[in-house]
């Protein structure tokens, strides 16, 4: 791994009124490196998603993207650097395809053809180079997930977020798209945070595990570290695998 | 009837229906400009948008008859004639096409709000991208029936010297004259009946799928 952190929390609390969402939850990820925040509804998980791209502000501590204080830059130039993926509806029902996976580029007033190639570029990734004069309405939820996932590569973000993305698909289409985010993975050089309330989705996507509860982060593990660990959260989801698929000591990240 | 007499309506009708147009074209595009407008800032500022319901309303509820009248002995904006006219049209047209453009525009889905300004819109991007294409079937049903509304309301602006197809039918009133009465009325709702299909059929057009 290397040195230096591209995304970290430090003491980041959030309140709502006078609830403590999240309490001094401090995190470093890594370029390359997938965080997958896991915890039961109401843990805080998405909160600490959505400090990320402002769309909240911590109550206190900060976060840091490539050493930047985030609460320093100008919000909208942090929010066109990061990909942003989340559970239907993010797609706008009165564009195509294309312009959906554009938009971010748009945005950022690329010349037209560059927008377009762009975006031709990162349907073809996804397999839906012939759907791209199509309205969302028209696609499978799985399709409408894979336009999303191409939308939040298009501007070649710093980071990427997902809020979890395929909590709604069935469980074929669910495996399809972890075997794409994996692919794409492969390639992109930022960071990336998945919420995801499912433990096996954690465990093939993540390259390390952050459990948090009631708004505490109860440990990071690596998938590895994440089957043998004796904190009670991580306990309580692995105790919901079937034992016998339970994920043997020789599993990796 | 002679035909120098058929001549004289015929050309009274057609003049009349001009002007009646203009009526209505001109205090319709004064009142969806302003209501479109001040539509739109009452969805960013909450008081805004409680004053300029309330003040639709109450132009609403007076009714139109009252509303020339009101208008008349105000300086500046009142007195007889067209300028009146136009201005209680407005007046009476906005609460439509206002409280449409406020539906319309808090009617999007908060969610794809929310996912358009994470992807980093500006709040004017989000108001040209993602609101007012939505809203547009909300905000053109409105207008519909701000114009269709109007073409009827017109009718009394000749009460107050403001003209239009309401010439014909006061005076067929007077003078118990059916052909007159009828030489007004039905231009008039033949306009209404236009635009009513004429906005139906834009209203459509604007739907996403």
């Known amino acids: 791994m290397p040195e230096r952190p ?12 006078e609830h403590l969402i999240l309490d001094r939850v401090s995190f470093d990820v890594f370029r390359g490196e997938t965080l997958v925040l896991l915890g039961r509804s109401g843990s805080g998980k998405t909160t600490a998603l959505r400090l990320i791209n402002r769309m909240l502000e911590p109550s206190a501590g900060t976060i840091a993207i490539d050493g930047k204080n985030i609460a320093e830059s100008n919000v909208i130039d942090l929010r066109r650097r990061i990909g942003y993926v989340i559970q239907e509806f ?18 950022l007033s690329w010349p037209p053809e560059r927008q377009a190639k762009r975006a031709e570029e990162l349907l073809e990734k996804v397999a839906l180079r012939e759907f791209s004069g199509r309205y969302p309405n ?3 939820g799985g399709q409408r997930q894979r336009v999303a996932v191409a939308r939040a590569l298009a501007a070649e973000p710093l980071v990427l977020l997902f809020d979890e993305p395929f909590g709604a698909l069935d469980p074929i289409t669910r495996h399809e798209m972890q075997q794409l985010f994996l692919s794409v993975r492969e390639q992109y050089q930022g960071a990336s945070v ?22 505490k982060l109860e440990g990071i593990f690596t998938p590895h570290e994440f089957v043998q660990a004796q904190t009670p959260v991580a306990r309580a989801f692995l105790s919901t695998l079937p034992s016998n698929l339970k994920p043997g000591p020789s599993a990796n990240g | 009837m002679d035909e120098f007499v058929w001549r004289a309506l015929l050309r009274d009708v057609v003049s009349l229906t ?39 309303n109450v132009f609403q509820t007076i009714p139109s008859l009252a509303l020339f009248g009101f208008l008349l002995p105000i300086p500046l904006i009142g007195g007889i004639g067209k300028r009146t006219a136009i201005i209680s049209l407005v007046l ?61 309301t017109a009718v009394i602006a000749a009460v107050i010297g403001g003209g239009g197809l309401g010439v014909l039918i006061f005076r067929g009133v007077a003078s118990v004259d059916t052909t007159q009465i009828l030489a007004g009325a039905i231009p008039a ?15 459509r057009k604007s739907r996403w799928r």
């Open chain 2, 92 to 152: 009476y047209s906005l609460l439509p096409i206002l409280r449409n453009t406020i539906v319309g525009i808090t009617g999007v889905d908060a969610r794809l709000r929310e996912a358009a300004v994470a992807m980093g819109m500006t709040d004017g991007q989000l108001l040209r991208m993602v609101e007012l294409p939505l809203a547009m079937p909300t905000i053109l049903a409105g207008i519909r029936v701000a114009l269709v509304t109007n073409i009827g």
């Open chain 2, 18 to 56: 001009m002007e009646h147009l203009v009526l209505v074209a001109s205090s319709a595009s004064i009142a969806i400009v302003t209501g479109v407008g001040v539509g739109i800032l009452s969805t960013r500022h909450a008081r805004v948008r409680h004053v300029s319901i309330l003040v639709a």
């Open chain 1, 90 to 107: 993010g797609l706008l029902p009165h564009w195509t395809v294309l312009e959906n996976a554009a938009l971010v580029p748009r945005l």
């Open chain 1, 194 to 215: 998945f919420v995801t309330h499912d433990v096996l989705e954690a465990l093939v996507l993540a390259t390390r595990i952050a459990v948090l509860e009631n708004g």
């Open chain 1, 6 to 17: 591209f995304l970290s929390f430090a003491n980041v609390s959030y309140h709502a009124g």
């Open chain 1, 138 to 140: 028209e696609l499978s």
């Open chain 2, 189 to 203: 709702a033949a306009l209404a009946l236009g635009a009513d299909a004429t906005m139906g059929l834009l209203e």
